[in-house]
């Protein structure tokens, strides 16, 4: 009998563990990682896998919506976003989304139901109250949700008010996602996003007095000037506003990639690799012992939680938007640079605003790259998001989903896990493999070497492991 794995709160892994592992890997919110999609539309034509996932018995539908528009740039952001103050860039953006959905329904058969919906950014509240209520309408217009539906939006506390927290309880949303980062005033200055900690009270009261029955806080750790004593304080003032999640983020240095991060070069601020470290041991700690579960990776939930709830029961599920509690869903993502995840693969949409809408203009898809998974492929991902999820492969029971003898066909895989079995990150038995709690911090590194396409050379495009 093979064990599942015990989540009780466990002593911090060492400093030293860390170091050790601490080189860039993917996040693994797919395999292959997006870096590795291709543009060849010979190799991967989009339409032909519309259908494809469309076919009967194709399973229930999760949707993105990508809103790009943000007031100001915080440095240290990574995410596809345009600052403007234009307000009606939201007005041309929602035709822009009118059309994309009209283009995309037809691939997808109408009793096909919505059990989620996810409003990401980019600023979801840059929209106007009005532009909010217009946005819920398109999507409730063009497909069916269930009663049950999770609608959830991310918030930018700087940017809400009253009657935007009504659009948004108006369309379904009940789970808001607020993006903190840190608390300290010097931090909050250094990475161009100043928000006094009374923003953050108002945007959870607000949204609790208006019915939202769930608050994620989002924080970063290693961006400049933060120490382990300013994250620490960061820490205690997020839990004084009793959040039911916490995500709690390494910040990734990819100036190469993402330009507004030079600054943090020249600015000379960033904290060394051992600080980061040391705040995400702090912050594992403390959100420990303030009875959050530890959830994946980078995530803490209440043990009462959906998501705490999802990880006992092994019913956890990764993607694009991170953890997610809904199986079986496929996720079709819209919006400039949004990514599907389907059964058969990934489609991105286009990052460029000014071509996508033009490839609408035109009446096509505006879909640039993606992914056709192979039955190789397909038999990775599986390995790769039950570690990611479940920290755990179960020989017997892998082999039976995957038709394989999972121990012989990845042999080399497991025997390279060797070190990380010497430095009690995982468990090895004839049954399957586990990664213990001291491996919570490294499930990537685990996950990373059952990665066909993971070759050298792709750092730049990987934040660190921890
Ligand atoms: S962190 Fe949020 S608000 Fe800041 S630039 Fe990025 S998407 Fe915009």
Known sequence: MFPAP????????????????????????????????????????????????????AGPLSLYVHLPFCQSR????????????????????????????????????????VTQLHLGGGTPTFLTASQLRRLGQLFHDAFRFTADAEISVEIDPRHLEPD??????????????????DTDPAVQLAIHRVQPPALNERAVTLLRNAGFT????????????????????????????????????????????????????????????????????????????????????????????????????????????????????????????????TPHG???????????????AKGELPITRGWLLSDEDRRRKTIIMAIMCERRLDFAALSAELGVEVKEAYANELASLVDLEADGIVERTEDGLTVTDTGQPFVRVVAARFDAHLKTGTAAYHSRAV
């Open 6 to 57: 015990c989540y009780v709160p466990t002593p911090s892994c060492g400093i030293e563990l860390l170091r050790k592992y601490s080189g860039p890997v993917p996040r693994y919110t797919s395999y292959p990682t997006a870096n590795h999609f291709t543009e060849n539309l010979a190799a991967f034509d989009p339409e032909t896998q519309l259908k494809l996932d469309n076919q009967p018995g």
């Open 74 to 113: 915080c440095w240290f952001c990574g995410c596809t976003n345009l600052v403007t103050s234009r307000q009606d860039s939201a007005d041309t953006y929602l035709d822009d989304l009118a059309k994309e959905i009209a283009l995309t329904t037809p691939y997808i058969d109408p009793a096909r139901t």
């Open 164 to 181: 935007q927290v009504a659009a948004l309880y108006e369309l379904g949303a009940r789970r808001a996602s607020l993006g903190v980062q």
């Open 214 to 341: 769930s608050i994620n806080i989002d924080l970063i750790t290693g961006l400049p000037k933060q120490t382990v004593s300013t994250f620490a304080r960061t820490i205690d003032d997020v839990l004084g506003l009793a959040p039911n999640r916490l995500s709690v983020f390494s910040y990734a240095h990819v100036p190469g990639l993402k330009p507004s991060q030079r600054i943090f070069d020249q600015q000379g601020t960033l904290p060394s690799a051992d600080e980061k470290l040391r705040m995400q041991v702090l912050a594992k700690e403390r959100l420990l012992a303030a009875g959050f579960v530890e959830v994946g990776m980078d995530h803490y939930a209440r043990p009462d939680d959906e998501l705490a709830v999802a990880l006992r029961e092994q019913a956890l599920h990764r993607n694009f938007q991170g953890y997610s509690t809904r199986a079986g869903a496929s996720l079709y993502g819209f919006g400039i640079s949004a990514i599907s995840t």
């Open 346 to 360: 990934y489609r991105q949409n286009d990052k460029n605003l000014a071509t996508y809408r033009t490839r609408l």
